[in-house]
């Protein structure tokens, strides 16, 4: 299984990005996204599971919308307006089955890609 993030860079406060996650296996239905900032723990930011059900993490609710297109298998982080305490590396995890519930809790996950930086200036 192999799941390759995209979209990261550098980008100003307020400003916004696209990130995208390509997975090879399509039968893993539950996805989410962490985030990991130096010297952090990391942090579930936003989960979808096989019915369309998100979750967010309290710090990025109206900011961050997680989606999927299940034909192209992609997962997607639409992040709009960016603000500096978002730097960090993302990454995208994927597994066949999370309850609704745990979408946001890392160990619920089997596969995960490598990540992509992203960097936001005040």
């Known amino acids: 299984v192999e799941l390759e993030e995209s979209g990261g860079g550098s980008v100003q406060a307020g400003g916004s990005l696209k990130l995208s996650c390509n997975k090879s296996q399509s039968t893993l239905h539950c996805m989410g996204w962490f985030r990991q900032a130096p010297g952090k723990e990391p942090e579930g930011v936003a989960g979808?599971?096989?019915?369309?059900?998100?979750r967010y993490a309290d710090s990025v609710k109206g900011r961050f919308t997680i989606s999927k297109d299940n034909d192209k298998r992609i997962l997607y982080l639409d992040v709009n307006p960016l603000k500096s305490e978002d730097t960090a590396m993302y990454y995208c995890?994927?597994?066949?089955?999370?309850?609704?519930?745990?979408?946001?809790?890392?160990?619920?996950?089997?596969?995960w890609g490598q990540g992509t930086q992203v960097t936001v200036s005040s």
């Open positions: 995890a994927a597994d066949w089955r999370v309850f609704p519930d745990t979408l946001l809790n890392s160990g619920q996950y089997a596969h």
């Open positions: 979808i599971d096989l019915a369309g059900r998100t």
